[in-house]
């Protein structure tokens, strides 16, 4: 069982938003501004989209975007596109001795 | 360009032991906190352990006392060595680069090596 929960999926269509929810507690997602989030391909390494909350690395679009409130962070996907087609997996810092818990991961489809 | 470069996976019994290595390349590996992140099958990330530029090491509470991670800046490699292996440490293995000091993210992955434990 993982420390933060995500959906373990969700769906869009090209061009569509889509919303992947990350809830943890006061004492990780809550308690820092620490939040980042990784998309895997099938049969791949994860790739860092999103940091510090809302910071994207360069080289990854616009279309990828992050927020938190309280104890939920959320990544949001606008303009889908059918390479969104992943796996979403979210990661927070928890502190000295928890150091760094992820999510389950959400499985995004593009229909 | 960064790149990790993991080894050392393979099929191993119940119990027994394994050591994981790590090659770094295209960057100052001395000046860098290190990981290792693993994924049992179908499942999420789970980080296992960490190793900072001075040494500080920090494991997974659910993995402490099976775990030893180390580095070695000469060589540009770090290791995990795997003590006691069960069923449920089945999983593809990643190095990864914590991204900076005063950062949390992990920005530079290995592609990861495979253990699976089983009879």
């Known amino acids: 069982q993982s420390a933060l929960t995500q959906p373990r999926s969700v769906s869009g269509s090209p061009g569509q938003s889509v919303t992947i929810s990350c809830t943890g507690t006061s004492i990780d997602v809550g308690g820092y501004n620490f939040v980042s989030w990784y998309q895997q391909h099938p049969g791949t390494a994860p790739k860092v989209i999103i940091y510090?909350?809302?910071k994207r690395p360069s080289g990854v679009p616009d279309r990828f975007s992050g927020s938190k409130s309280g104890n939920t962070a959320s990544l949001t996907i606008s303009g889908l596109q059918a390479d969104d087609e992943a796996d979403y997996h979210c990661c927070s810092y928890a502190g000295t001795f928890r150091n760094w818990v992820f999510g389950g991961g959400t499985k995004l489809t593009v229909l | 360009e960064a790149q990790l470069v993991e080894s050392g996976g393979g099929l191993v019994q119940p119990g027994g032991s394994l050591r994981l290595s790590c090659a770094a390349s295209?960057?100052?590996?001395?000046?860098?906190?290190m990981k290792w992140v693993r994924q049992a099958p179908g499942e999420g990330l789970e980080w296992i352990a960490y190793?900072?530029?001075?040494?500080?090491?920090y494991y997974a509470p659910s993995l402490m006392g099976r775990l030893t991670i180390s580095r070695d800046n000469a060589k540009n490699s770090v290791y995990l060595q795997m003590n006691s292996l069960r069923a449920e440490d089945t999983a593809v293995y990643y190095c990864?680069?914590?991204?900076?000091?005063?950062?949390?993210?992990?920005?530079?992955w290995g592609k990861g090596t495979t253990v699976t434990v089983s009879s």
């Open positions: 510090d909350v809302n």
């Open positions: 295209g960057f100052t590996f001395s000046s860098y906190e």
């Open positions: 190793i900072g530029t001075d040494g500080t090491i």
């Open positions: 990864v680069r914590k991204s900076g000091l005063y950062s949390f993210h992990m920005d530079v």
